[in-house]
T-cell receptor, first 114, second 109 residues
């Protein structure tokens, strides 16, 4: 079974731009969760999608949004980028979702905002 | 909100030593996760446990639900075990994970 894939792996943007990151889960997994990792804040939960519905959302501003398609692939979008958005963005997929099931992580997208 | 604390933050060991990393949380949970993150960022799920003990190779994870405490042990540590180890617990809604700050483990040959 192929693992979780994320594209792109690296991205450089400037302040004010927007960015879209993609995550393809393991085949058969219906849950995709997104996380942000920074040196200062560590790993933080962004949101979780399950069967195309957002099931839970973390404490991030509305500039951070996401969606999930019928094939369970998920995208997250960050609009009006700020310097503080520079981070490693990880997605993870699982069968049942969230904290109740083993999560399989993708390699991450490293976003740099200049 | 569940508060998750890990100790120690940094740990340096010699190859072959027995390693223990601790994780405490403030609110009762249904399961706890141990994750491993290597340089470069990739995260691997090591264990998800809700009671007792689990073992995988040289790794052992235990949890005490009453004490709200979990430990990750590494027996016969090896330089390839060098990584950041992170514990995570779900919020009461069950969906979102709260993470500890991580323990940076360095095993010297």
């Amino acid at each position: 079974k192929a693992g979780v894939t994320q594209t792109p792996r690296y991205l450089i943007k400037t302040r004010g731009q927007q960015v879209t990151l993609s995550c393809s889960p393991i085949s058969g997994h219906r849950s995709v969760s997104w996380y942000q990792q920074t040196p200062g804040q560590g790993l933080q939960f962004l949101f979780e999608y399950f069967s195309e519905t957002q099931r839970n959302k973390g404490n991030f501003p509305g500039r951070f949004s996401g969606r999930q398609f019928s094939n369970s692939r998920s995208e997250m979008n960050v609009s009006t980028l700020e310097l503080g958005d520079s981070a490693l963005y990880l997605c993870a997929s699982s069968s049942l979702g969230g904290g109740q099931d083993t999560q399989y992580f993708g390699p991450g997208t490293r976003l740099t905002v200049l | 909100k569940n508060e998750v604390e890990q100790s120690p933050q940094n740990l340096t060991a010699q190859e072959g030593e027995f390693i223990t990393i601790n994780c405490s949380y403030s609110v009762g949970i249904s399961a706890l996760h141990w994750l491993q993150q290597h340089p470069g960022g990739g995260i691997v799920s090591l264990f998800m446990l809700s009671s007792g003990k689990k073992k995988h190779g040289r790794l052992i994870a235990t949890i005490n639900i009453q004490e709200k405490h979990s430990s990750l042990h590494i027996t016969a540590s090896h330089p390839r075990d060098s990584a950041v180890y992170i514990c995570a617990v779900p919020e009461t809604s069950g969906s979102r994970l709260t993470f500890g700050e991580g323990t940076q483990l360095t095993v010297n040959p």
